[in-house]
């Protein structure tokens, strides 16, 4: 795991951002594309590439983590959605290369397994953005989450849904349960790269990557994933007991590696 602490939010934007960018100039590419407002920033700064810089995402697909179970996709608050508006809508990504779970499926077990299918039918993700929950969630994996799960439905933790209530009208139109790639599905992607910022989520990116691997905090699949980027800002890294030690390394890292 590289860990990854920058002084500001919008330095965090921009790594991810050079990361992302990385692979959509190499050619076909795989994205695998989270929700929540972590991601925010980067999809900003990507769409401003896109803009200014002739960033061409016209060869590269995306797959969603995840999806609330029984939300219309014309809902604005959808995944299916809300990664229209916050970042497809501003680039040259073709809306129908864009994948995620149907929250409206009639039958959720056939869509659970057809999400699955396609994702290795179009040859797995090459790089996953992730957020992080205050519970140490990630798609919407909660405690308890098995560290091999596939894509299946959860349901989400009271806190979960008061943390995501500021996107309804208030915690009781969130939505109970949710279709969510499971920890193996996301751990199959060849490059995962978290972003978090905001002391909120110290303890969380602490338990994450420096304590210990248990599905009492799913985030700590990473420590058993071989190429895994953490990007953060100094308020995300506050409780991490090895911050010196990663800012160091970062210091010294040598010219010819990349992220
Ligand atoms: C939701 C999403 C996660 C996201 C998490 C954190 O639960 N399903 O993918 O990481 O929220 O959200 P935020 O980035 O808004 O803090």
Redesign the pocket.
């Known amino acids: 795991m590289e860990i990854v602490i920058q002084p500001t939010p919008a330095e965090v934007d921009s790594t991810v951002a050079d990361i992302v960018e990385g692979y959509v100039r190499a050619g076909a590419t795989t994205l695998g594309l989270?929700?929540?407002?972590?991601?925010?920033g980067t999809y900003r700064e990507l769409a401003a590439r896109h803009r200014d810089a002739e960033l061409d995402f016209s060869l590269a697909r995306a797959f969603l983590?995840?999806e609330y179970l029984g939300l219309p996709k014309r809902h604005p608050q959808s995944?299916y959605s809300v990664i229209r508006s916050e970042f497809v809508d501003h680039v040259n990504l073709d809306p129908a290369m864009v994948s995620s779970p149907n929250g409206e499926a009639q039958c959720p077990e056939k869509e659970i397994a057809r999400y699955d299918q396609s994702i290795a039918a179009a040859g797995g993700v090459d790089v996953q953005l992730?957020?992080?929950?205050?519970d140490g969630?990630?798609?919407?994996n909660e405690p308890g989450s098995s560290l091999t799960s596939r894509t299946r439905v959860k349901t989400?933790t009271e806190q979960?849904r008061i943390?995501?209530a500021?996107?309804f009208d208030g915690v009781d139109d969130v939505p109970h349960h949710?279709l969510?790639q499971g920890l193996g599905t996301i751990s199959d992607a060849r490059h995962l790269v978290m972003?978090?910022t905001?002391e909120?989520?110290a303890d969380a990116i602490a338990a994450a990557v420096e304590g210990p691997l248990s599905a009492f905090c799913p985030a700590s699949v990473m420590q058993l994933h071989r190429h895994v980027t953490v990007v953060i800002d100094e308020a995300a890294a506050s409780s991490l007991k090895l911050a010196d030690y990663y800012r160091y390394a970062l210091e010294h890292k040598p010219s010819w590696q990349s992220f």
């Open positions: 989270a929700t929540g407002s972590s991601p925010i983590l995840d995944y992730l957020g992080i929950g205050t969630h990630i798609g919407f989400l979960t943390d995501n500021r996107f949710v969510t972003i978090a905001g909120g989520k």
